[in-house]
């Protein structure tokens, strides 16, 4: 969405669900009318990611069989350092994360998707306008 010639740029790596799809649209709505470049690419697509080329990542994953998507773990690995990393994790219970990831958690509960993109939001903003 938008130019990817603007210098402000997000990538949103998600998983698709109807949760998921819904804050997603909220993201996108919120920053289309704004000078930033946003893509989106599947979580397994993360390992092709140069997280230097942008302004904020935002991840949003599954918590799946008592972990984080592989993919998902070893790009927060080498990217932690980095101030750009925003993460919703969902997960059955609603409160698993990465340790060492300052992530939103949640239970995909669908009347959620107002706060959490909310929040999302807020973060995104705090990193691209600091």
Same mark, same amino acid.
């Given at each position: 969405?938008?130019?990817?010639?603007?210098? $402000?740029?997000? !990538?949103?790596?998600?998983?698709?669900? #109807?949760?998921?799809?819904?804050?997603?649209?909220?993201?996108?709505?919120?920053?289309?009318?704004?000078?930033?470049?946003?893509?989106?690419?599947?979580?397994?697509? !993360?390992? #092709?990611?140069?997280?230097?080329?942008?302004?904020?990542?935002?991840?949003?994953?599954?918590?799946?069989?008592?972990?984080?998507?592989?993919?998902?773990?070893?790009? $927060?690995?080498?990217?932690?350092?980095?101030?750009? !990393?925003?993460?919703?994790?969902?997960?059955? #219970?609603?409160?698993?994360?990465?340790?060492?990831?300052?992530?939103?958690?949640?239970?995909?509960?669908?009347?959620?998707?107002?706060?959490?993109?909310?929040? !999302?939001?807020?973060?995104?903003?705090?990193?691209?306008?600091?």
């Amino acid at each position: 969405m938008n130019s990817p010639e603007l210098t $402000t740029k997000i !990538l949103i790596a998600t998983q698709g669900s #109807e949760y998921k799809d819904g804050i997603l649209s909220d993201l996108t709505t919120h920053f289309k009318s704004k000078d930033v470049y946003i893509k989106v690419i599947d979580i397994y697509e !993360l390992t #092709e990611v140069d997280a230097d080329r942008w302004s904020a990542i935002c991840i949003i994953h599954t918590w799946e069989y008592g972990n984080p998507p592989f993919t998902v773990e070893e790009f $927060t690995k080498k990217t932690i350092a980095k101030n750009q !990393l925003i993460v919703h994790t969902t997960s059955g #219970e609603g409160s698993y994360r990465m340790e060492e990831v300052d992530a939103i958690t949640g239970a995909s509960v669908m009347e959620d998707i107002p706060t959490v993109s909310t929040q !999302l939001i807020e973060r995104l903003e705090e990193v691209i306008y600091q």
